[in-house]
């Protein structure tokens, strides 16, 4: 990856974050960090070590839990986590319901 291309990334505060709370939405939070992996063409270690910042509330937790039983791992696996944890019955009725 360029430099130039490094610096035209966007801040944190411009990224996606995620909470897990309230009406959360994980699909968006990972279409948002997609977007942005694939508009820098960002390796996995770049999205990951953001993690900490971009994880809020009770997904941070969730986050660290993980974080300290698996070590680092790359995008691809914290999507599927993410839709493990998030992608419940309650969901998938809302998602249903909205459609």
């Given at each position: 990856m360029g430099?130039?291309l490094?610096?035209e990334?966007?801040k944190?505060?411009?990224?996606?974050?995620?909470?897990g709370?309230?009406k959360y939405?994980?699909?968006?939070f990972?279409?948002g960090?997609?977007?942005?992996?694939?508009?820098f063409?960002?390796?996995y270690?770049?999205l990951?070590e953001?993690?900490n910042?971009l994880?809020?509330r009770s997904?941070h937790?969730w986050y660290?839990k993980?974080?300290?039983?698996?070590?680092d791992q790359?995008?691809?696996?914290?999507?599927?986590?993410?839709?493990?944890?998030?992608?419940?019955?309650?969901?998938r009725?809302?998602?249903?319901t909205t459609?």
């Open positions: 430099q130039a490094l610096k990334v966007p944190l505060k411009e990224w996606p974050h995620f909470s709370e309230g939405d994980h699909m968006e990972i279409r960090i997609d977007i942005i992996k694939e508009d063409e960002l390796p270690r770049l990951t953001r993690f910042t994880f809020t997904a937790r660290i993980l974080r300290k039983a698996h070590g790359s995008w691809t696996w914290w999507k599927i986590q993410i839709i493990d944890k998030w992608a419940n019955d309650a969901w009725l809302k998602v249903k459609f």
